[in-house]
């Protein structure tokens, strides 16, 4: 089982359409969590943290269940930018503080 | 936000050749830097985590002898590919964190190799 697993997408939406993905983490002792969009060939970019009382960023909301291992990314009135892939990602407990990234789900959002 | 720079942003190679990619932190200090890898259509694997001054901790089915890490100050972390083949062509990322708290990670932009 992957440590990361997402929606596999794509998701193809009309502009103003809300979106949510989902995603669920198999080790319980992980310790924070993160949304990140990747454009093609670029680098990801933090979209947001993830925290247990849930998070609202504009448009975006961000969920954690810990009890679930359930994650999830609501978008709101998309917009023809928000165009992109978004990673699930968890960052492993312990001092080194590695990041493990979902596959990732792909969202077109259409004219 | 912090800054992490990549150096080459793509590079092409012959095979048998070794390419060396360069990761900077700018504008801080990063004890630990990480280095990934993403195929087309897939997600970014972490192959190793660099520590300053000590021996990279390589994941699991990650050649060590083919992916040289060295992490010789705060600031610096280099990634030699050796002897590259073509199915070693990919989206090579690094990526560091502060050394103190729980923060972000700060990606550099990515090196994308093609062997030939």
């Known amino acids: 089982r992957k440590e990361v697993e997402q929606d596999p997408g794509p998701f193809n939406v009309p502009e103003g359409a809300t979106v949510a993905f989902n995603c669920t983490y198999s080790n319980s002792a992980s310790q924070s969590f993160f949304w990140y969009r990747q454009d093609c060939r670029k680098e990801p970019k933090l979209l947001m943290s993830?925290?247990?009382s849930g998070n609202e960023d504009g448009r975006f909301t961000a969920q954690l269940n810990r009890a679930s291992q359930y994650i999830s990314l609501l978008i709101r009135d998309s917009k023809l930018s928000d165009s992109a892939t978004y990673l699930c990602?968890?960052?492993?407990?312990?001092?080194?503080?590695?990041?493990?990234f979902g596959s990732g789900t792909q969202l077109t959002v259409l004219p | 936000g912090a800054v992490v720079s990549q150096h080459p942003s793509w590079v092409i190679c012959k095979s048998g050749t070794s390419v060396k990619i360069e990761c900077r932190s700018l504008?801080?200090?990063?004890?630990?830097m990480f280095w990934y890898r993403q195929f087309p259509k897939q997600s970014l694997m972490l192959m190793a985590t660099s520590n300053e001054g000590s021996k990279a901790t390589y994941e699991q089915g990650v050649e060590k002898d083919k992916f040289l890490i060295n992490h010789a100050s705060l600031t610096l972390s280099t990634l030699t590919v050796t002897s590259a083949h073509p199915e070693d062509s990919s989206f090579y990322i690094c990526s560091a964190t502060y050394i103190r708290g729980d923060t972000e990670a700060f990606f550099g932009q990515g090196t994308r190799l093609t062997v030939v």
């Open positions: 504008d801080f200090q990063a004890t630990t």
């Open positions: 990602v968890v960052r492993r407990a312990g001092s080194a503080r590695q990041l493990t």
């Open positions: 993830v925290y247990s």
